[in-house]
């Protein structure tokens, strides 16, 4: 079983910055590949960012290109979301996966095997 805790979400003006961190710990695969999903109230949960196990491969929904940025630390078993100008639609609450699956790019919350239980991220008009 695979363990995930969220962190660093919060309250934040449009146009400000957060980072949310993702440690992963329990039995975690050799490799596989992490990602943050969100759902905002009311609506249904949308895939955000991922990253494989080497780093080099990463994907963005192109509602947060250019402003979200996703990297990892394997020797800490953690991924980091660096969201930068951030917009009141950014508001919900984000979910770190992990999936064991070989398979890229990973945008189905299907694919994924374990979930964390979210960090709420509120961005202020």
């Known amino acids: 079983q695979v363990q995930l805790e969220e962190s660093g979400g919060g309250l934040v003006q449009a146009g400000g910055s957060l980072r949310l961190s993702c440690a992963a710990s329990?039995?975690?695969?050799?490799?596989?590949?992490m990602g943050w999903f969100r759902q905002a109230p009311g609506k249904e949960r949308e895939f955000v960012a991922a990253i494989k196990w080497s780093g080099y491969n990463t994907d963005y929904a192109n509602s947060v290109k250019g402003r979200f940025t996703i990297s990892r630390d394997n020797a800490k078993n953690t991924v980091h979301l660096q969201m930068n100008s951030l917009k009141p639609e950014d508001t919900a609450v984000y979910y770190c996966?992990?999936?064991?699956?070989?398979?890229?790019?990973?945008?189905?919350?299907?694919?994924?095997?374990?979930w964390g239980q979210g960090t709420q991220v509120t961005v202020s008009s």
């Open positions: 996966l992990v999936s064991r699956s070989l398979a890229w790019p990973l945008r189905g919350d299907h694919a994924y095997d374990y």
């Open positions: 329990g039995r975690t695969p050799s490799s596989y590949t």
